[in-house]
C-alpha cells in the first residue's frame, strides 16, 4: 500500500472531514452478476450462491465541511481485502455541489448532485380491540392518534438542464410523544472500510475508512421503488457495435437502480451519527496486483 494522500478539496480543510446527523444503513442481497459491473477485474467480489451483500446509505447531515446535505451512497457489494472485506460504491448521490465535488476528486467516488424530495404523513395507530374500533368508525373515539410517521425520500439525479428519477425511499419512522421517548439504541463504535476511485475524475484506486460514533437500533427496511419503465440496457456486443458515452451512462444508473430494489435483510437506523472520514490511500500497483484475482 502506497503512502500518497489526496490533497483537501477548498472549504472541505484537512482531514479527518467530520460529519454528523442521522442516517439509515440497509444491507441487501445483490446479484454478483450486478455488482461485477461496477468493480474492478483485479478485485475479488465477496459472493455466495451468486449473491453479495449490497444496499444503500441514507444519511442526512445537520453539520460538515459542506454544510447541510442529503447523501444516498449505492452500495455495489463487498470486495475482499484481507484479512478482511472492503464497501464498493456503485453510486453516491448528494445535493451539494460543493460535496459532489470533494467525493468525486479527493475521495475518488462516482459522485452526482441530485434533487431529495421529502415528504412526511402521519400514520394512525391502529386500536386493536372491537370496541375502540367501533367508536372510531362513528368517530367519538380519540384512542387512534399518529403514532408513526412515513416519509417518502424520492432521489433524482441532476444533470445539466435534465434529471433522471432514480428511486423513491419509504421510510416508516417512530414519534417520541411527551409520555414515551423515541428509544435510539445502544451507542456503538464502528469502522466501514471502503476502496474508491477508477473514476474519470480520479483514476487511482483508493482505500479509506469512515469511522463512526453513533446510536444504532433495527428497524423495518424502507420499501423502495424505482422510476417506471427503466431504459433497457445496453452493452458493448450489441447489434449496432456502438457503445455511447450516453449508454454508459444509462447502463450505470439502470444497474444501481437493480442495486436499489434487490432483497433487503436488514436495516440500521443511526442516530446522534458522528462521521470521520480519513483521507484515502493510494494503493501501489504491488498491492493491487497482490490481491485475490476475480
Known sequence: MGSGETKSSTGYGSPPWIFKGSALYQLHLVKAETARAFIPKKLRLVEA???????????????????????????????????????????????????????????????????????????????????????????????????????????????GPTSSDICNIKLITDVPTPKFKKWMGPSIRMSLPSFSGQTEYNPNLLKYACRLACRVRAVRPAKISGPSPLKKERNVDSESGEYTAEDAADNGRNLSISVMLSKPILALEFNCLEMQVEAPTMLSTNSTSSLPAA
Open 49 to 159: 450462491f451468486g449473491y453479495t451483500l449490497g444496499g444503500f446509505f441514507l444519511a442526512n447531515y445537520d453539520h460538515s465541511p459542506a454544510g447541510v446535505f442529503d447523501e444516498l451512497v449505492v452500495i455495489a457489494g463487498i470486495v475482499w481485502n484481507p484479512p478482511t472485506s472492503c464497501a464498493w460504491a456503485a453510486r453516491v448521490l448528494v445535493n451539494s455541489e460543493e460535496a459532489c465535488h470533494h467525493g468525486r476528486k479527493d475521495v475518488g467516488l462516482p459522485s452526482q448532485v441530485a434533487r431529495f424530495s421529502k415528504r412526511i404523513t402521519p400514520v394512525p395507530r391502529q386500536t386493536k380491540d372491537r370496541i375502540g374500533g367501533f367508536l372510531n368508525m362513528i368517530g367519538v373515539s380519540s384512542t387512534s392518534r399518529p403514532s408513526k410517521d412515513c416519509m417518502d425520500v424520492q432521489v433524482t439525479e441532476v444533470l
